[in-house]
């Protein structure tokens, strides 16, 4: 299969995230297939229940509000 953005040469280099994306996810699918059946009835029982799932989106954007913060921290001698 032929890349048809590849005519630039920075085009090229954008193709390797992609690919290493696919790849991952690939790999994801292939190998969380179980789990994503264990966990199925535990996700609808959160989606069924609206204080269940207002906790749960809590959570998430905690961690990703975390998440940000340490990658602040950890970039913050990149940026001046």
Do not use: C, W
């Amino acid at each position: 299969m032929t890349n048809t953005v590849s005519s630039s040469p920075s085009a090229g280099d954008a193709s390797q995230p992609i690919e290493g994306l696919r790849s991952t996810l690939a790999g994801f699918t292939s190998t969380h297939l179980e789990e994503a059946d264990e966990l199925a009835p535990i996700a609808q029982q959160i989606l069924d229940d609206p204080v269940a799932l207002e906790k749960l989106s809590d959570r998430v954007f905690e961690l990703f509000k975390q998440d940000i913060r340490a990658q602040r921290e950890r970039s913050g001698s990149y940026r001046r």
